[in-house]
């Protein structure tokens, strides 16, 4: 699994029979390869079966910020969130796009948000730091840190 796991989700859990996980999975190995046209199509099945699951919302956000349609991304985070306010990797990867179109107020909520219950892991210290940096850069008005993927 890579970008950071997924956005803190962790790895899916496997259960064969349902046939959103191959469905999952199949997207997952299609982004590893960097088709991210074809992982799409596969979260749209995944999603076609379960349609309120907000991590294949985040995968596909993930996977619309990849291939630079970025208001697909936004609107997908922002469905996820809907169905999960904690997803914390959303309100991640919305505050960063949501920087990159120039909207700072909706940033820093979603920043904040992400904060207020920051993943657990080993490598999300890096992470959480970026967050924080960008952050008070947005509240000081400095220039915030490059956003991220």
Same mark, same amino acid.
Do not use: C
């Given at each position: 699994?890579?970008?950071?796991?997924?956005?803190?989700?962790?790895?899916?859990?496997?259960?064969?029979?349902?046939? /959103?996980?191959?469905?999952?999975?199949?997207?997952?190995?299609?982004?590893?390869?960097?088709?991210?046209?074809?992982?799409?199509?596969?979260?749209?099945?995944?999603? /076609?079966?379960?349609?309120?699951?907000?991590?294949?919302?985040?995968?596909?956000?993930?996977?619309?910020?990849?291939?630079?349609?970025?208001?697909?991304?936004?609107?997908?985070?922002?469905?996820?969130?809907?169905?999960?306010?904690?997803?914390?990797?959303?309100?991640?990867?919305?505050?960063?796009?949501?920087?990159? /179109?120039?909207?700072?107020?909706?940033?820093?909520?979603?920043?904040?948000?992400?904060?207020?219950?920051?993943?657990?892991?080993?490598?999300?210290? /890096?992470?959480?730091?970026?967050?924080?940096?960008?952050?008070?850069?947005?509240?000081?008005?400095?220039?915030?840190?490059?956003?991220?993927?």
């Amino acid at each position: 699994m890579s970008w950071w796991s997924r956005l803190t989700s962790g790895s899916p859990k496997r259960d064969s029979k349902t046939q /959103r996980i191959d469905y999952l999975n199949e997207a997952l190995a299609l982004e590893r390869q960097g088709d991210f046209d074809a992982a799409l199509t596969s979260y749209r099945l995944a999603l /076609r079966d379960h349609p309120n699951d907000p991590k294949i919302l985040q995968n596909m956000a993930i996977a619309f910020s990849k291939t630079g349609r970025l208001e697909e991304a936004i609107r997908s985070y922002r469905r996820a969130l809907e169905l999960d306010p904690a997803l914390s990797g959303s309100h991640y990867g919305l505050a960063f796009l949501l920087l990159k /179109r120039g909207d700072s107020t909706g940033a820093s909520r979603h920043l904040e948000a992400f904060l207020s219950s920051p993943p657990d892991g080993v490598d999300t210290g /890096r992470w959480v730091r970026h967050a924080k940096e960008t952050l008070v850069a947005l509240q000081t008005g400095a220039d915030s840190p490059t956003p991220t993927e």
